[in-house]
C-alpha cells in the first residue's frame, strides 16, 4: 500500500517544530520514519502533514556534562554504535545500539523516535529506564519539561507527551568507574525485536542498582525487590524468585514469556559480573 498524501514540512527551530505539531490539522512528528513509514504504507497512520525535526540543529547536539551525558533526540542508533556519543557507562550505550535491527533501520532510526514510539519490545526504552535517563520535552509556548524515563512511558505504544510537544534531549547520569551493567536480549533472529530483555546497572559509587525488564506486555517492568537482593548478595536470585517477581509486577505474564525474562535475566547478570 502507499500513504495517504501528507504535506512534508522542514521547521528551522524546535520552537516553530512545537508551533507546527499542535497545529489544527492531523499532523505527526516524523524523526527517523522507521517505524512510522510502515505504518504510513500501510494506511496505520494517516495524517495530513509531517513534521520533519531530524535535521534540526537543537536536537542532534551531544554533550557530556560532568554529571550527565546528553543526547539529541535525533541522534541515530548509528551514530551511538559507532561511538559519537561519550559513554555514561563504558561500552553499554554502543552494545544496545548494535542490536537494534540491522545497519539500514540503525543507519535512519533515532534514540528519540525509538522513546517516542513506545514499542515495549524496543531497545532504547528498557536501557534508558536502567539507566534512569530523564527526557527533556519542548512544549509549544517554548517551555520545556523534564520526565524521568520510568515515568515517559505509560503503556504500550503510549506516552506522557501531549500534542504538539517534542522530545529534544535525553539525559543519561554518568555512572562510577567501578559501574557494572548487562543487557540481554533474546530474539530468534539477530535484527528482530525482542521477545525478552533483561537490563542491570549496578554503580556503587551512586548507590545505585536497578533490573528492568522489556519486551513484556507494556512499559518496562522496574524490579525493585530483584535490585535490592542483587545489591545486598551480589548475585541472580534463584529462577523461582525472579519468576515470582515478574508476576507480581505483571500478573498477566504467560508461562514462556516469564521464563524467557528469567533467562535472560541470569544472562544479563553473567554479563554485568562475569568472575563472579
Ligand atoms: C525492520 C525493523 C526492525 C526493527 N528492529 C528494532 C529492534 O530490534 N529494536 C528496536 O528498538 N527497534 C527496532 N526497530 C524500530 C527502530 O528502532 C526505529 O528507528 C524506532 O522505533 C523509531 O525511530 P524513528 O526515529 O525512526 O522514529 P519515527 O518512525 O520517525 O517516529 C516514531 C514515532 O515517534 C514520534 N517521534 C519521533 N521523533 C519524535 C520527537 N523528537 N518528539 C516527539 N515525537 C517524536 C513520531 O511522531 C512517531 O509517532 C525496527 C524497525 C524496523 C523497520
Not at 27 to 47: E, H, T
Not at 104 to 132: E, F, Q, Y
Not at 178 to 199: L, N, Q, S, T
Request: hydrophobic share 45%; charged share 20%.
Amino acid at each position: 500500500m502507499k500513504p495517504v498524501a501528507f504535506s512534508h514540512t522542514l521547521p528551522d527551530s524546535v520552537v516553530e517544530a512545537t508551533r507546527l505539531a499542535a497545529g489544527g490539522v492531523d499532523v505527526k512528528i516524523i524523526g527517523g520514519g522507521q517505524s512510522l513509514g510502515p505504518m504510513l504504507n500501510l494506511r496505520l497512520a494517516r495524517p495530513e502533514a509531517l513534521v520533519d525535526v531530524a535535521a534540526l540543529n537543537d536536537l542532534r547536539r551531544i554533550a557530556d556534562t560532568g554529571s550527565h551525558v546528553e543526547i539529541g533526540a535525533t541522534i541515530r542508533h548509528a551514530e551511538i554504535e559507532d561511538g559519537a556519543v561519550p559513554d555514561p557507562i563504558p561500552g553499554m550505550l554502543r552494545h544496545v545500539a548494535g542490536g537494534i535491527a540491522y545497519r539500514a533501520v540503525r543507519n535512519k532510526g533515532t534514540i528519540g523516535g525509538s522513546l517516542c514510539h513506545a514499542d515495549p519490545a524496543a531497545d532504547w526504552v528498557s536501557a534508558m529506564t536502567a539507566l534512569d535517563a530523564t527526557l527533556v520535552i519542548a512544549g509549544q509556548d517554548g517551555s520545556t519539561r523534564e520526565v524521568p524515563m520510568t515515568r515517559f512511558m505509560e503503556g504500550a505504544y503510549r506516552t506522557s507527551l501531549e500534542p504538539g510537544e517534542v522530545l529534544c534531549t535525553i539525559r543519561i547520569p554518568k555512572c562510577g568507574a567501578d559501574a557494572r551493567w548487562g543487557y540481554y536480549k533474546i530474539c530468534r533472529k539477530v535484527g528482530e525485536f525482542a521477545d525478552a530483555i533483561a537490563a542491570t546497572v549496578i554503580d556503587p559509587e551512586r548507590r545505585y542498582c536497578r533490573v528492568v525488564f522489556g519486551a513484556a506486555s507494556g512499559a518496562p517492568l522496574v524490579a525493585r525487590d530483584l535490585a535490592l537482593s542483587l545489591a545486598e548478595t551480589g548475585s541472580a536470585a534463584p529462577q523461582d524468585e525472579v519468576k515470582d517477581a515478574l508476576l507480581t509486577l505483571d500478573p498477566a505474564l504467560d508461562s514462556i514469556k516469564c521464563h524467557q525474562l528469567a533467562v535472560a535475566y541470569a544472562r544479563c547478570l553473567a554479563e554485568a559480573m562475569p568472575n563472579d
